[in-house]
């Protein structure tokens, strides 16, 4: 089973909302990933997370704030976006300390940011 | 940095005829894997298949098979027998050994002819 669940699959918010969107994962995967992609364009990296501790973070505004409670888990926290940040977001896990460490991919919340 | 090229931005095929999306790359490591994905309409990024760059065999999955030419670095997708579900736009992705990050192509968009 290679499934990985992102809710909600469409979110409307205006620029002084706070909002989050949740991942989930229950393949035993050690790693997990945030991505932004905006239309026509390949996904961009935002935060990694490594045996629940943030790895990488591809120098993201801070009204973007990634959690990750436990292994199974991850949160991206939504406060004060632009419009600009409206985009798809994908979440994606993957295996750590093996060889092919493959990511695998949730299907995305649709983010609109009025 | 490494990159990775995709010259084809759309590429179109009849059902039931093979079509090759090509891509290339840029790194100066030796143990690498390469990827090809499909995002279809629905938006879920789907692993299409893999290969690592150690093995000198190309990779297959049913219908898709890849031409791995390291030393040309290049990685071309073949895809046989093309049918409608087929249509999406693929992206190939490069990883370094124990890098946490993938690089992406910008992308191929497939159109199926009925």
């Known amino acids: 089973d290679t499934e990985v669940t992102q809710t909600p699959k469409h979110l409307v918010m205006g620029m002084t909302n706070k909002k989050s969107l949740k991942c989930e994962q229950h393949m035993g995967h050690r790693a997990m990933y945030w991505y932004k992609q905006k239309a026509k364009k390949p996904p961009e990296l935002m935060f990694v997370?490594?045996?629940?501790?943030?790895?990488i973070n591809e120098s993201v505004p801070s009204r973007f704030s990634p959690e990750c409670p436990n292994s199974s888990l991850l949160n991206l926290h939504l406060h004060a976006l632009q419009p600009e940040d409206s985009a798809l977001y994908l979440c994606a896990s993957s295996t750590r300390g093996t060889s092919t460490d493959t990511q695998y991919f949730g299907p995305g919340t649709r983010l609109t940011v009025l | 940095a490494q990159t990775v090229t995709q010259s084809q931005p759309e590429m179109s095929v009849q059902e039931a005829e093979t079509v090759t999306l090509s891509c290339t790359y840029d790194?100066?490591?030796?143990?690498?894997?390469l990827f090809w994905y499909k995002q279809p309409p629905s938006r879920q990024m789907i692993l299409v298949i893999r290969?690592?760059?150690?093995?000198?065999q190309n990779a297959t999955e049913n219908r898709f098979s890849v031409n791995f030419q390291k030393a040309a670095k290049s990685f071309s997708l073949k895809i046989s027998d093309s049918q409608l579900g087929d249509a999406a736009m693929y992206f190939c992705?490069?990883?370094?050994?124990?890098?946490?990050?993938?690089?992406f192509g910008t992308g191929t968009r497939l159109t199926i002819i009925p």
């Open positions: 992705a490069y990883r370094r050994r124990g890098n946490e990050k993938l690089t």
């Open positions: 790194t100066s490591e030796s143990d690498y894997y």
């Open positions: 997370y490594s045996y629940e501790k943030l790895s």
């Open positions: 290969q690592e760059a150690y093995k000198q």
